[in-house]
């Protein structure tokens, strides 16, 4: 059974702090995508990352993909309180099939 | 703008009586997804269409039935829904093409409740 897990579940931290959310997985892919949900809304894209090694960076979010450890990566730099949402990964296995993981509740506490 | 709309966003239903959700998307993409999500918890693939060839997660329950009639539409049919149906809905689009990824869109979400 594929298993897409991600670490911590729940994450409270002080605004201008960094963490790091891990998100791993139990299949073979070089494809990964990681989205942001806000309470009651739908899912909005953060980034796509297509290939072992590839690191994309976008305002205070950086993610990066290790396809050989089954492992991505979502960095936070300096925390904000916008930031405060529900971040999953989501593992393309292809035949346009999309498992997500488990979800990362993020706190950002002024 | 181009997008994925759904209705109705909020649905009230008893149980055991036949709904209907709407998808509709303006993107012209070739695949249209059914995802489940409950309080709390990750997005569940239900099923999905790809042009006009329905895939079926194994998983899911007989209960729930879908609908692709054009490219643009796609319509989430829960014949019987029980309590435990009471979930968020996610439609999503995507479009396979030579690129070497399939970056789904997804609308706002229909949130269902079963009294």
């Known amino acids: 059974e594929l298993k897409v897990e991600q670490n911590p579940l729940f994450l409270s931290m002080q605004e201008g702090k960094n963490y790091t959310i891990y998100c791993n997985y139990s299949t073979t892919s070089d494809r990964l995508y990681w989205y942001r949900q806000d309470p009651g809304k739908s899912l909005e894209s953060l980034f796509v990352l297509l290939s072992n090694g590839a690191v994309k960076q976008e305002g205070r979010l950086m993610a990066s993909l290790d396809t050989k450890a089954r492992l991505s990566t979502l960095h936070i730099t300096a925390a904000v309180h916008d930031l405060s949402a529900t971040y999953f990964c989501a593992v393309d296995i292809g035949g346009n099939q999309f498992y997500f993981g488990t979800g990362t509740s993020l706190t950002v506490i002024p | 703008d181009a997008m994925v709309i759904q209705n109705p966003r909020y649905q009230v239903t008893q149980f055991g009586k036949p709904v209907t959700l709407s998808c509709s998307q303006t993107?012209?993409?070739?695949?249209m997804y059914w995802y489940q999500q409950k309080s709390s918890q990750a997005p569940k693939l239900l099923f999905h269409?790809?042009?006009?060839?329905?895939?079926n997660e194994a998983d899911t329950p007989d209960n729930f039935q879908s609908r692709r009639p054009n490219t643009s539409f796609c319509f989430l049919d829960i014949r019987s829904p029980g309590l435990g149906d009471a979930a968020m809905y996610l439609c999503?689009?995507?479009?396979?093409?030579?690129?070497?990824?399939?970056?789904?869109?997804f609308g706002p979400g229909t949130r269902l409740t079963v009294l």
């Open positions: 999503a689009t995507s479009r396979v093409s030579r690129l070497p990824y399939n970056e789904q869109f």
């Open positions: 269409y790809y042009d006009k060839d329905f895939n």
């Open positions: 993107l012209n993409h070739n695949v």
